[in-house]
């Protein structure tokens, strides 16, 4: 399969991923327990690689910072014998402090956007001119926001599921058969399924074949139909499907 990379707009950035684990899996921000958040975010991090994502620097930077934290970590604490030294000597920092600042720092810049964007979407529907007679402007209808409810790393989180579910146990005796499949193909395909099946369907049912190519290609061509605005995902309440469906431009 040829290279093929895909960057989206709603990656924000490795502490927005770090946020999301310790959400996702409820983690109290001021108390990280460093060996399984490095996991998790080094397992989004291979998953990104195989789908071909563009990774920029800083996640990679991000990702040997929380190696070295879980190195430090792991070292034996140092015992003195001498008690009254022992209390003159200053308190080291847990290795973790730096990188709880930055979390919570970074949590209240993220909370004050959403604010100020609510607050200009309010601001937006007020008018401080006269009425006048618009008949004759064409309505635009809104652009469709193509990820409702769920961030790109749900997405992420949904096709690791697939891929572990599909996974077939490896033969003894393998024979390759190199088969390449272009996205726009693909492309196609998921908006004659969608179609088909009235418009929507669920994230996981486009996944039929456990393939590795299949699997990669159909996220990637599920990203770039996103990217166009051809269809839109909406997930309920956490954990819940994720249900892929055609725009109202592309359902007709």
């Known amino acids: 399969m040829s290279e093929y990379n895909v960057r989206l707009d709603a990656f924000e950035g490795p502490l927005d991923l770090l946020l999301h684990l310790i959400n996702r899996y409820e983690i109290d921000i001021y108390d990280i ?45 140092r015992e003195e014998e ?3 030294q022992q209390l003159e000597m200053e308190v080291e920092e847990d290795p973790r402090d730096e990188l709880v600042r930055r979390l919570i720092e970074y949590r209240k810049f993220k909370e004050a956007s959403t604010y100020l964007k609510e607050r200009e ?10 009425p006048s007679n618009l008949d004759h402007i064409e ?20 096709f690791q599921r697939i891929s572990t579910k599909k996974r077939k146990p490896k033969p003894t005796q393998t024979k390759i058969d190199r088969q390449e499949i272009p996205i ?28 590795k190519e299949h699997l990669v290609v159909t996220f ?29 431009e592309d359902a007709g």
């Open 33 to 77: 327990p460093v060996k399984a958040i490095t996991e998790q975010y080094m397992d989004y991090i291979h998953t990104m690689q195989e789908l071909q994502l563009d990774i920029a620097s800083e996640y990679l930077v991000m990702a040997a910072t929380l190696l070295v934290i879980k190195s430090k970590t792991l070292l034996p604490k």
């Open 82 to 84: 001498d008690y009254d």
């Open 121 to 130: 979407i309010k601001r937006s529907l007020t008018l401080t001119k006269q």
């Open 139 to 158: 309505k635009h209808q809104e652009p469709v926001n193509p990820v409702s409810n769920i961030t790109v790393y749900d997405l992420i989180d949904a």
């Open 184 to 211: 726009e193909t693909r492309m196609t395909e998921i908006v004659s399924e969608l179609r088909f099946n009235k418009g929507y369907q669920t994230f996981q049912t486009l996944f039929p074949y456990p393939n």
């Open 220 to 248: 990637l061509a599920i990203l770039e139909l996103m990217k166009t605005k051809q269809i839109s995902c909406v997930q309920t309440t956490n954990f819940n499907d994720i249900t892929i469906q055609l725009t109202k």
